[in-house]
Antibody
Framework: EVQLVESGGGSVQPGGSLRLSCAAS????????MHWVRQGPGKGLVWVAR????????SYADSVKDRFTISRDNAKKTLYLQMNSLRVEDTAVYYC??????????WGQGTLVTVSS | QSALTQPRSVSGSPGQSVTISCTGT?????????VSWYQQHPGKAPKLILF???KRPSGVPDRFSGSKSGNTASLTISGLQAEDEADYYC??????????FGGGTKLTVL
């Protein structure tokens, strides 16, 4: 069974940093591109970042570019999202998502990030 | 990228059919047959119900079907059941290895 388990969320003040992790199991993690998608409170889904299977290629939404960094450790089967210079508008549930050839297929349960003073 | 446009809400009675539209642009929905749909119950993660416009993952009932014309994709749910009440999101590949999602549609089963 495919499982994606996010962790690392929490409360932080504006300008602060957090690092999210996503532990993968049940599939060959190193074969898949991975993404982060977020959902603000009561809002829709928004794509955040993507990473190639070997960790060398990245893309970011304009809203997080130069503040967030997506990375992975294939030996540990773990995806990361380093979030710096956090803003109130970054408050959301962050989902780790597997890329199945141009579409998201498997989603984690999400981890809540709250940015507030 | 701008979010794909979905109706905020739709409703139907048990046994009826409903259709949810998802309108994008020639840069996303109109250019690729990589439209997918997700069902999200409150407090839960999204669940894939259709991919590549009209393909169902194993385990998804054939009551769920999809289509696309031009810049608009559609999800049709036939034989509505109480458990279909949820939020539904469309997603399209938008080029350069990025995705764009719709704003979501709340389905109410009357």
């Amino acid at each position: 069974e495919v499982q994606l388990v996010e962790s690392g969320g929490g409360s932080v003040q504006p300008g602060g940093s957090l690092r999210l992790s996503c532990a993968a199991s049940g599939f060959t993690f190193s074969d898949y591109w991975m993404h982060w998608v977020r959902q603000g409170p009561g809002k829709g889904l928004v794509w955040v970042a993507r990473l190639t299977s070997d960790g060398t290629g990245t893309s970011y939404a304009d809203s997080v570019k130069d503040r967030f960094t997506i990375s992975r450790d294939n030996a540990k089967k773990t995806l990361y999202l380093q979030m710096n210079s956090l803003r109130v508008e970054d408050t959301a549930v962050y989902y780790c998502v597997r890329d199945a050839r141009y579409s998201p297929d498997q989603w984690g349960q999400g981890t809540l990030v709250t940015v507030s003073s | 990228q701008s979010a794909l446009t979905q109706p905020r809400s739709v409703s139907g009675s048990p046994g009826q059919s409903v259709t949810i539209s998802c309108t994008g642009t020639s840069s996303d929905v109109g250019s690729y047959n990589y439209v997918s749909w997700y069902q999200q119950h409150p407090g839960k993660a999204p669940k894939l119900i259709l991919f590549d416009v009209n393909k169902r993952p194993s385990g998804v009932p054939d009551r769920f079907s999809g289509s696309k014309s031009g810049n608009t994709a559609s999800l049709t749910i036939s034989g509505l059941q109480a458990e279909d009440e949820a939020d539904y999101y469309c997603c399209s590949y938008a080029g350069s290895y990025t995705w764009v999602f719709g704003g979501g549609t709340k389905l109410t089963v009357l």
